[in-house]
T-cell receptor, first 115, second 115 residues
Framework: AQKVTQAQTEISVVEKEDVTLDCVYE???????LFWYKQPPSGELVFLIR??????QNEISGRYSWNFQKSTSSFNFTITASQVVDSAVYFC????????????FGAGTQVVVTP | GAVVSQHPSWVICKSGTSVKIECRSL??????MFWYRQFPKQSLMLMAT?????????EQGVEKDKFLINHASLTLSTLTVTSAHPEDSSFYIC???????????FGQGTRLTVV
C-alpha cells in the first residue's frame, strides 16, 4: 500500500504566484521522519527539509514553508513568490523506525513555473 | 552535511554487457547503503539495502542475480547491473547512513542507458 501520497501530479503557476504541494502519509509508528526533496531536470536529489514526528512546529526557510499536521497525517510544502528556478519535481518521503534511512517516496509533483 | 559520491554520473552500454556503479561515503563510515531506481517520470523505488560485510536485502521483485550489490568496506558499495538490457535503462541513486544515525545522504545518481 502506498504510504506517501502526493495527489497532485503537476502544478503550473506563473512566476510570483504561491504554490502549495500536498503530502499525506500513513504509518503506525509513533516515531518517524518526513522529508521533502527537490529533483531538478539534472536528476540529483536536493534535500529541503527533515522533520521528526514529535516536532509539529511549522517551519519557514526563505520562500519555503512547511505545515506539519499529525491530526491529518499531512506535511504540506508551500513555495511563496515562485520563480522559474523552482521548476522541478518535488518528492515527499517517509522514514520509519524499523529501518532508519530507508525512504518511501511519494509519486512526486511536477512544478512548472512560467515567466 | 555528510558527502556521498556516486560514479559514474551517466553511462551508456551495449545490451548484454555489465555495468558497475560505485557509491562512496567521503567523510563518514557508511554502515548501511540503500540503492534506488527511478524510471522516467516515475518515483524512486528502493531496490535493496546493504549493510557492510553482509549480503544485501533486496526488495520484492528485484532480481538479486541481475543487480549485484557489494558492500565490502565502510566507505564503498557497488551496484553491478549484469547482462543489461534496454529495460534496465533508468536513473540509479544510492544513499548512505552511518551507524546509529537516522538519516541517509544521497549520491548524485547515475543515468544508465542500455542500447
Amino acid at each position: 500500500a502506498q504510504k506517501v501520497t502526493q495527489a497532485q501530479t503537476e502544478i503550473s503557476v506563473v512566476e510570483k504566484e504561491d504554490v502549495t504541494l500536498d503530502c499525506v502519509y500513513e504509518t503506525r509508528d509513533t516515531t518517524y521522519y518526513l522529508f521533502w526533496y527537490k529533483q531538478p531536470p539534472s536528476g540529483e536529489l536536493v534535500f529541503l527539509i527533515r522533520r521528526n514526528s514529535f516536532d509539529e512546529q511549522n517551519e519557514i526557510s526563505g520562500r519555503y514553508s512547511w505545515n506539519f499536521q499529525k491530526s491529518t497525517s499531512s506535511f504540506n510544502f508551500t513555495i511563496t513568490a515562485s520563480q522559474v528556478v523552482d521548476s522541478a519535481v518535488y518528492f515527499c518521503a517517509l522514514s520509519e523506525g524499523d529501518s532508519w534511512g530507508k525512504l518511501q517516496f511519494g509519486a512526486g509533483t511536477q512544478v512548472v513555473v512560467t515567466p | 552535511g555528510a558527502v556521498v559520491s556516486q560514479h559514474p554520473s551517466w553511462v551508456i552500454c551495449k545490451s548484454g554487457t555489465s555495468v558497475k556503479i560505485e557509491c562512496r561515503s567521503l567523510d563518514f563510515q557508511a554502515t548501511t547503503m540503500f540503492w534506488y531506481r527511478q524510471f522516467p517520470k516515475q518515483s524512486l523505488m528502493l531496490m535493496a539495502t546493504s549493510n557492510e560485510g553482509s549480503k544485501a536485502t533486496y526488495e520484492q521483485g528485484v532480481e538479486k542475480d541481475k543487480f549485484l550489490i557489494n558492500h565490502a568496506s565502510l566507505t564503498l558499495s557497488t551496484l553491478t547491473v549484469t547482462s543489461a538490457h534496454p529495460e534496465d535503462s533508468s536513473f540509479y541513486i544510492c544513499s548512505a547512513k552511518g551507524r546509529g544515525n537516522t538519516e541517509a545522504f544521497f549520491g548524485q545518481g547515475t543515468r544508465l542507458t542500455v542500447v
